[in-house]
């Protein structure tokens, strides 16, 4: 297994310098938003920008991983990602903005970092079910540790109540996606957390029932 944990470890260092010279002036331009009392600063757009990619980036890859594979649990991630991408999108447009992913394409993405990522977790997604949990469990560990970052990094009370919201659910899957690895004598150890941490995240006061649908 060190191979999977060794692939899924190379970063998005080149891809993210390529999308602050080049992409960004044009993804921020959509984010634009009227004056008020508590407009977003430039640091919340960006962060906005970034987690309207990654949520999708993990919806993508579960979708792809849930027809490979028809396992429920990537069904359920990717709905729940759907469904924080229209609370992100639902409050962009609220405050003025268009929607950076008004012309988006499954699979396909402006940040050229997550698009290496994409590829990269298809392919080692197909490889077998086993796999798929690490591609899925390595996607929600490093979105919990964006989350927080986020919210530490944003004043807008509205962003940071979405931002803990969706901190909230990424927890919740990577408790569901621990307890199918652990069916199959896999221990998961953290990659991009200390391994306190992402036992911490597993173990609150109240642990979810698998999914089942």
Request: without cysteine; proline residues 3%.
């Amino acid at each position: 297994m060190k191979t999977i944990k060794n692939s899924l470890s190379n970063s998005r260092k080149f891809g993210m310098s390529f999308l602050l010279i080049f992409l960004f002036p044009a993804l921020m331009s959509n984010l634009t938003v009227p004056k008020n009392d508590n407009p977003l600063s430039g640091a919340e757009k960006e962060g906005l920008v970034y987690t309207l990619e990654e949520a999708r980036l993990a919806q993508n890859v579960n979708a792809y991983l849930h027809d490979k594979w028809q396992e429920p649990m990537f069904e359920y991630v990717l709905n729940d990602e759907t469904n924080n991408i229209l609370k992100f999108q639902k409050f962009i447009k609220k405050e003025g903005g268009a929607d950076p992913l008004g012309y988006a394409v499954n699979g396909k993405f402006n940040i050229p970092s997550m698009q290496d990522e994409y590829n990269k977790y298809i392919k080692i997604g197909k490889n077998s079910l086993l796999s798929a949990y690490y591609v899925s469990m390595t996607l929600e560990e490093q979105n919990y540790l964006n989350m927080e970052n986020r919210i530490n990094d944003s004043k807008n009370t509205e962003l940071i109540k979405l931002y803990s919201n969706r901190l909230s659910s990424i927890g919740d899957h990577m408790r569901v996606l621990n307890k199918h690895m652990k069916k199959m004598d896999v221990a998961y150890e953290a990659q991009y957390m200390s391994q306190d941490k992402f036992e911490s995240i597993l173990n609150p006061d109240i642990l979810l029932d698998d999914v089942s649908m």
